[in-house]
């Protein structure tokens, strides 16, 4: 009667070694190892031969047979009862102290194997006291997993707040769009563009941030968690806070409108007749509404929208909100609108246009435009012609240049501001960068006299202002630096614009779509233009 025992577990390749336990001795069997394999060490038999108590062995015998490595059995103790070991279990956890891990050793010699109790209060004993997995605790239990790390407990992680948010009681995305009529022809006078706020109305509410919740390691520290930011009230002109802090309200019977992230409730100012001599310029907090025209070298400035019932000429109106023209715009080539908003008109023809948000226009002739996101032409005649058009993400229209081949330039896939500003904050970089050469330089040279002790007080004053100078354009150039990264981020996403035609774009026009560039040599109908990698591509207009 004899029981045997391997002894090593690990790498496939290794050499490992066996106590077997036979009626005439106690041998030691060494298998070599295989490939790279590691072989076995005398210490590693030494160590679980002193593990298993067996008596009065043969160091030398030990030593010979991990030197052969042959698999031949080598006797190295008398005859003896192999001694039973229990299994045994060791406990790790993890860095973070968020998950805890147990391994378990199997019994030797017909040993026992470790309850669920025992495991329980090894894990307790080594500080693990939340978390823990009764279920793979109890099929530890039933089931053992030797030598195999197993995780048994498992932290919570804490739960930011969520922050405060505010609710708007009116439309703040509300867009414009003329109504097409039964004939084809746009209603340019019925837009339904105002929103009117009265005197105490409610315009927003703020909802309260959300505390966070706790986090607990498998020792059972807590992990804090970070509350939820309030916010803030988006106050802007002619508005209040009401006494408890929780909502804004309109102070003024007026037109609510929602600019650079403030709530403003505008007054409006109206103009009977023309812009002209009799009135001169106009320049406003509100909204402005100009009964009749504006005529040449004038000029309309606007917090809230312009909103002109006659024909504009060469002049300029420039609005944070929208420009509506009931009927259009004769530039005469020195012309211009800027809206941070929208642009709606009739028409528009030899004037430079300019429009944060979306144009909307029956035709728009012979312009330099520039438009952030929507350009379109829409009624019976839907025409862009001549000029250059540069649009942030769509321009849609009926007809594109003219049969006559009329330059048409058009670009569309990036906000043209965004370009502007890549190339502003470029300059900027190079700028800075040369004053800060020269601030390093002065401040050198008056180092230099105040260690020769040659330092007047109207050059320490010097030293002191470049200094401040110097760290003053430091910064500035770091802003710079970061804004560049984000600019530059947003440039390489160019190319998803998009050109739709309903009827005709004609020879003359070039199409430039992000990266990508296209000269129209025939007349090309109902399609669609994208961008496809290198290429302008053709497709079926949706």
Avoid at 446 to 461: F, G, I, R, V
Avoid at 469 to 487: D, G, H, P, R
């Amino acid at each position: 009667m004899f029981n045997t025992k391997a002894s090593s577990v690990g790498d496939v390749n290794n050499g490992f070694f066996e106590l077997k336990f036979f009626n005439d001795g106690v041998y030691l069997i060494v298998h070599p190892p295989i490939e790279n394999g590691k072989k076995v060490e005398t210490r590693e038999v030494i160590e679980k031969i002193n593990r298993k108590q067996i008596r009065n062995f043969n160091k030398e015998a030990v030593e010979f047979a991990v030197a052969k490595a042959n698999k031949v059995p080598v006797k190295i103790a008398e005859a003896q009862q192999e001694v039973k070991i229990d299994a045994t279990a060791t406990v790790m956890t993890s860095p973070d102290k968020m998950k805890a891990f147990i391994t378990i050793s199997p019994p030797e010699g017909g040993g026992n194997t470790l309850s669920k109790d025992k495991l329980i209060a090894l894990l307790k004993e080594k500080g693990v006291v939340y978390g823990i997995n009764n279920e793979i605790i109890e099929s530890l239990a039933k089931n053992p997993v030797y030598n195999k790390m197993v995780c048994v407990a498992e932290g919570t992680l804490p739960v930011n707040g969520e922050n405060g948010k505010i609710k708007f009681h009116f439309d703040i995305n509300k867009k414009y769009a003329p109504r097409i009529l039964e004939d084809g022809s746009v209603n340019f006078r019925e837009l339904g563009l105002i929103e009117i706020a009265t005197k105490g109305q409610v315009l927003c509410t703020l909802i309260p941030p959300t505390p966070g919740i706790p986090g607990k390691t498998v020792a059972g520290t807590d992990i804090p968690a970070k509350n939820g930011k309030p916010a803030i009230l988006p106050k802007g002109k002619n508005v209040e806070i009401s006494e408890d802090g929780m909502t804004l309200v309109s102070s003024i019977d007026g037109q609510v409108s929602y600019i650079d992230g403030k709530v403003n409730v505008f007054a409006t100012y109206e103009v009977p007749a023309d812009v002209d001599n009799s009135t001169g310029n106009i320049s406003f907090i509100g909204n402005v509404i100009i009964r009749g025209n504006v005529l040449s070298g004038f000029i309309v400035e606007a917090g809230g929208d312009v909103e002109v019932m006659g024909v504009v000429e060469g002049a300029l109106i420039k609005a944070g909100g929208n420009i509506i023209l009931r009927r259009g715009m004769h530039g005469h080539g020195k012309g211009s609108l800027i809206s941070g908003g929208d642009i709606v008109a009739k028409y528009i023809e030899h004037s430079n246009v300019e429009a944060k948000n979306d144009i909307k226009a029956e035709a728009i002739m012979h312009s330099n435009v520039k438009c952030g996101n929507k350009l379109e032409l829409s009624g019976r005649k839907g025409l862009l012609v001549g000029g250059t058009c540069k649009v942030g993400k769509e321009i849609i229209a009926k007809v594109i240049g003219s049969y006559m081949a009329t330059v048409t330039e058009i670009e569309v896939g990036v906000d043209p501001a965004v370009r502007e500003r890549y190339k502003q904050i470029k300059a900027d970089i190079n700028n800075i960068e040369t004053d800060l050469k020269k601030a390093d330089q002065a401040i050198n040279i008056l180092k230099k006299l105040e260690a020769a002790n040659a330092l007047t007080p109207e050059k320490q004053d010097m030293l002191v202002k470049t200094v401040r100078t110097k760290i003053f354009l430091s910064n500035k150039l770091n802003e710079l630096k970061e804004e560049l990264i984000q600019v530059e981020a947003i440039l390489q996403q160019e190319g998803q614009g998009k050109v739709r035609v309903y009827n005709t774009i004609y020879p003359g026009t070039k199409v430039t779509i992000g990266k990508s560039s296209m000269n129209v040599k025939e007349n090309l109908q109902y399609c669609i233009l994208y961008s496809d990698g290198a290429d302008v591509r053709i497709g079926p207009v949706g």
